[in-house]
């Protein structure tokens, strides 16, 4: 176990970024098609193929998901792992047409100082291609891939990720990528909010304060008054081993997004757009009821944790009044 996505067999997790730009995408492509599900909370999303994924919908597995920065233009980095896929044979089969299934979702980065100024057409197609491409079992946290232009109300955001296994022996893992327009740390001080269920020092081992005052739990967000919808974000994939139907999947999902509520406060905003996928590579049994919220209640933690450690692993952009690291400051 590495503490990654990747601790689950057939997931892949590959990153291309452009520090000019500061911004970046994030390819995890399944090594068979998985499962899928999606939920979403916060008021602004930005995705792609979401309606596929409702258990209602006729296709029931995905061959890859991809997450990037640039708000709606990010959305063309599917497009590019899906070229990635279609030059390997992998995809849906009608006939002799081969399809790649790709759902995405997309950060806003675009105020974050770096160079937005690509002309007619976004680098995120290209971008995702290349993050397919250097897909495999390590992958690096913090300020990388979709993670890089990432901010919080108070500290860089970044991509995180984390895994763990139930009694049963099912593994279940997270990859998120922070971008909201809350505060994933209590007040002004080094805590963060999903210290409850940290592992080891994953992300500092600071735990809890002593005590709440009412000044912590005061309202932090993004810009403040002046914050607008679709500027902020917090994407987060959570994979199983488990063998689960398509509205197993979903339920994980809803589950799993508690996580996202145990880390960044506040959360599920009008200023966000949350998106949580669920995906099931169907290796092992597992009882659909019990077992089921087992698998939920861990995958929520996990989710908390790698909200936490992207937070924790990044870095500052370096672009004037950039704003600050985690570990500037307490590291």
């Known amino acids: ?19 000019r730009l500061a911004s970046g995408a994030t390819a ?5 098609p998985a499962v899928a599900a999606i939920d979403v909370r916060g008021g602004g999303p930005g995705t792609r193929e979401d309606a596929l994924l409702d258990p209602a919908n006729t296709v029931e597995r995905v061959d890859a998901l991809a997450l990037s920065g640039g708000s709606a233009f990010g959305l063309d980095t599917a497009g590019g792992v899906q070229a990635w896929l279609a030059e390997r044979g ?19 980065d675009l105020l974050n100082g770096g160079d937005k100024a690509w002309g007619r057409f976004s680098p995120y197609r290209d971008l995702g291609h290349a993050a397919a491409e250097a897909a495999g079992s390590d992958f690096a946290l913090g300020s990388v891939g979709a993670g890089l232009g990432a901010t919080t109300a108070n500290f860089k955001g970044g991509l995180g990720s984390a895994s763990a296994t139930t009694q049963d022996g099912v ?28 592992v080891g020092d994953e992300f500092g081992g600071r735990g809890l304060p002593a005590s709440f005052t009412p000044g912590m739990l005061e309202m932090r967000i993004k810009g403040g008054p002046a914050a607008s919808p679709r500027e902020n974000t917090t994407l987060a994939v959570v994979v199983t081993d488990a063998t689960l139907t398509k509205t197993q999947a979903k339920r994980l999902a809803m589950i799993a997004q508690t996580g996202v509520a145990r880390a960044i406060y506040p959360v599920h905003a009008p200023l966000d757009g949350d998106v949580l996928f669920a995906a099931a590579t169907c290796a092992k049994p597992v009882e659909p009821l019990v077992g089921l919220t087992e698998l939920g209640m861990v995958a929520a933690n996990v989710v908390a944790r790698a909200i936490a450690r992207g937070v924790y692993t990044a870095t500052a952009l370096p672009f004037a009044d950039a704003q600050p690291a985690w570990k500037d400051r307490f590291g």
Do not use: C, Q, Y
Request: hydrophobic share 60%; aromatic share 8%.
């Open 1 to 19: 176990m590495k503490n990654l996505l990747t601790d689950i067999a057939g997931v892949r997790v590959g990153h291309a970024d452009d520090a």
């Open 28 to 32: 995890i492509v399944f090594d068979a």
């Open 90 to 108: 992998r995809g849906l089969r009608i006939r002799d047409a081969v399809i790649p299934i790709v759902p995405g979702a997309i950060v806003f």
């Open 171 to 198: 593994t279940v893992a997270a990859l998120a990528v922070v971008n909201a327009v809350g505060s994933v740390t209590v007040g002004d001080g080094p805590w963060f909010w999903a210290a409850p269920f940290e």
